[in-house]
């Protein structure tokens, strides 16, 4: 098998496909013989197996396996390291961490750390610019969002060294997704443009429908409502044609407030209702609390109160999305205000920890607050 080649194994039930992989790649250990691998045996194996044993793992990760993800990827660490590959470790500790990352659980080691210090030894800028990217991936789901900024900062700059535009394109992306959320909109709309171009360039419709996206939140956020919902309507079409079903029920839960903030408070709340029905039949559990809120926020400003309080306090208790409790300060803040209209005893401390949250998170306007008024 030469460099480059895909070979497919075919065989029935029972006869040994999997077991030879496994021996190959190290997950068994011979107990005679031995494995050669381009006809050499020791070190070079070593490396050779481990490469193959974590981008097996990879395989696992990207089809949402991550527990298959992270005991692979072990497999490629361990032989990596009897190889002596710093590389080999590095792309195994790689793997790990995107697996822990999207698992949610608790790393053993800060695997994520570990293989950015061996690229950066190593002088591998590209790979680099992946790890940092990853890591601010995590910094984003645990709240620290300062840090996130500056790791995808610094990984845009790396891919554009490197000349990746592909990859520039998506860290650019991501920074400006960040910054809509921290509500510092002056800052976003060039980012928008040059991620535009990028994705443009690379021939990358989803990420091109995706920026749309973030364009329409942007000027939604400002109070370009109109142009917001021309540029929402614009990426809804690119994105349906795509079948990427969990990116157009974000989309409508970006356009509900959009239309709830430009005071078609009927149109908004059905648009998010709608789009929460679609979100449980597709058990896309992260996208829930987000639309509860925004249902919750319309029927405030509607003056429809109880309702209000029912729907956001359901909210609290969805699943937890990656957005370091944003959406969970946003729900307190609005409880806050009806438990005062009840003159309740807990409306400060909701709102103490809701502004914990936001001033952690940097957030410096909240757009959707002006639903908190009746209309």
Same mark, same amino acid.
């Given at each position: 098998?030469?460099a480059?080649e895909i070979?497919?194994?075919i @065989?029935?039930?029972?006869?040994?496909?999997?077991?030879?992989i496994?021996?190959?790649? @190290?997950?068994?250990?011979?107990?005679?013989g031995?494995?050669?691998?381009d @006809?050499?045996?020791?070190?070079?194996?070593?490396a050779a197996?481990?490469?193959?044993a974590?981008r097996?793992?990879f395989?696992?990760?990207?089809?949402?396996?991550?527990?298959e993800?992270?005991r692979?990827?072990a497999?490629?660490?361990?032989?990596?390291?009897?190889?002596g590959?710093r590389g080999?470790v590095?792309y195994a500790?790689n793997?790990?961490?995107?697996?822990?990352?999207h698992?949610?659980?608790?790393?053993e080691?800060?695997?994520g750390?570990?293989?950015l210090?061996?690229?950066?030894?190593?002088?591998?800028?590209r790979?680099?610019?992946?790890?940092?990217?990853?890591?601010a991936i995590?910094?984003m789901?645990?709240g620290?969002w300062?840090m996130?900024?500056?790791?995808?900062?610094?990984?845009?700059d790396?891919?554009?060294?490197?000349?990746?535009?592909?990859?520039?394109?998506?860290?650019?992306?991501?920074r400006?997704?960040?910054?809509?959320?921290?509500g510092?909109?002056?800052?976003?709309?060039?980012?928008?443009a040059?991620?535009?171009?990028?994705?443009?360039?690379?021939?990358?419709?989803?990420l091109?429908?995706l920026?749309?996206?973030e364009?329409?939140?942007?000027?939604?956020g400002?109070?370009?409502w109109e142009e917001a919902l021309?540029?929402f309507?614009d990426?809804?079409?690119r994105?349906?044609?795509?079948?990427?079903?969990?990116?157009?029920?974000?989309?409508?839960?970006?356009?509900?407030?959009?239309?709830?903030?430009? @005071?078609r408070?009927?149109?908004?709340?059905?648009?998010?209702?709608d789009?929460?029905?679609r979100?449980?039949a597709?058990r896309?559990n992260?996208l829930?609390a987000p639309l509860? !809120?925004i249902?919750?926020?319309?029927?405030?400003?509607?003056?429809?109160?109880e309702e209000a309080?029912?729907v956001?306090?359901?909210g609290?208790?969805?699943?937890?999305?990656?957005?370091?409790?944003q959406?969970?300060?946003l729900m307190m803040?609005?409880?806050?205000?009806l438990?005062?209209?009840?003159q309740?005893?807990d409306?400060?401390?909701?709102?103490? !920890?809701s502004?914990?949250?936001l001033?952690?998170l940097?957030?410096?306007?909240?757009?959707a607050?002006k639903?908190?008024?009746?209309?």
């Amino acid at each position: 098998m030469c460099a480059g080649e895909i070979l497919g194994l075919i @065989g029935p039930n029972g006869s040994g496909k999997s077991t030879l992989i496994n021996v190959v790649s @190290g997950y068994y250990r011979v107990d005679g013989g031995r494995i050669v691998l381009d @006809g050499t045996s020791g070190p070079d194996a070593d490396a050779a197996r481990s490469r193959l044993a974590t981008r097996y793992g990879f395989g696992k990760y990207l089809q949402g396996k991550y527990r298959e993800a992270m005991r692979w990827a072990a497999i490629g660490a361990r032989e990596a390291a009897h190889a002596g590959d710093r590389g080999a470790v590095a792309y195994a500790y790689n793997t790990m961490h995107l697996a822990h990352l999207h698992a949610r659980q608790v790393e053993e080691q800060p695997y994520g750390e570990l293989a950015l210090a061996i690229y950066e030894e190593l002088g591998d800028l590209r790979m680099q610019g992946h790890c940092l990217n990853n890591l601010a991936i995590g910094a984003m789901q645990d709240g620290r969002w300062p840090m996130c900024a500056d790791l995808l900062q610094r990984a845009a700059d790396l891919f554009r060294r490197v000349g990746d535009a592909a990859n520039e394109a998506n860290a650019v992306y991501n920074r400006a997704d960040l910054l809509i959320r921290q509500g510092r909109f002056a800052e976003v709309e060039p980012l928008l443009a040059s991620a535009l171009r990028a994705a443009e360039a690379v021939d990358d419709p989803q990420l091109v429908a995706l920026v749309l996206r973030e364009r329409g939140r942007m000027l939604s956020g400002v109070g370009r409502w109109e142009e917001a919902l021309a540029v929402f309507h614009d990426a809804r079409g690119r994105l349906e044609s795509l079948g990427v079903p969990q990116d157009v029920i974000e989309l409508d839960g970006a356009l509900a407030e959009c239309l709830l903030l430009s @005071g078609r408070l009927d149109e908004g709340s059905a648009v998010a209702t709608d789009a929460l029905a679609r979100a449980r039949a597709l058990r896309a559990n992260t996208l829930i609390a987000p639309l509860l !809120r925004i249902q919750g926020f319309g029927l405030l400003a509607a003056g429809r109160h109880e309702e209000a309080r029912s729907v956001l306090e359901a909210g609290l208790r969805s699943p937890a999305g990656a957005d370091g409790q944003q959406e969970l300060a946003l729900m307190m803040m609005a409880l806050a205000q009806l438990a005062d209209a009840r003159q309740a005893t807990d409306a400060a401390d909701l709102r103490h !920890r809701s502004q914990e949250i936001l001033d952690r998170l940097a957030v410096v306007a909240v757009p959707a607050a002006k639903l908190m008024t009746s209309r």
